[in-house]
Nanobody, 117 residues
Framework: QVQVVESGGGAVQAGGSLRLSCAASGYTYNELCMGWFRQAPGKEREGVGSIDRDDMTTYADSVKGRFTISQDNAKNILYLQMSSLKPEDTAMYYC???????????WGQGTQVTVSS
């Protein structure tokens, strides 16, 4: 059974940086895609960015140039480096893993990021 666990959230002032980590385990297929999503209070969950096994990344327009997704394939760990944080980045951040080319995702429990002005 696939499991996903996030860590690294916290509180930071605007302009600061945080790095989130996500560990995936229990999957048996080779092509694992992973990504970051976030949900602010009163808003729908939105995609932040994703990465595939070839390290091809995609980002939401709102975070391009500020956030960087990377992965350690050997350790099955996904990272989200967030810089130049803004108060509007405040949200619960979720990691998800899925078999590339398929839509069904396994979600982590989420980690809170709070950016104060």
């Amino acid at each position: 059974q696939v499991q996903v666990v996030e860590s690294g959230g916290g509180a930071v002032q605007a302009g600061g940086s945080l790095r989130l980590s996500c560990a995936a385990s229990g999957y048996t297929y080779n092509e694992l895609c992973m990504g970051w999503f976030r949900q602010a209070p009163g808003k729908e969950r939105e995609g932040v960015g994703s990465i595939d096994r070839d390290d091809m990344t995609t980002y939401a327009d709102s975070v391009k140039g500020r956030f960087t997704i990377s992965q350690d394939n050997a350790k099955n760990i996904l990272y989200l480096q967030m810089s130049s944080l803004k108060p509007e980045d405040t949200a619960m951040y979720y990691c998800a893993a899925w078999r590339c080319g398929f839509s069904s995702k396994v979600w982590g429990q989420g980690t809170q990021v709070t950016v104060s002005s």
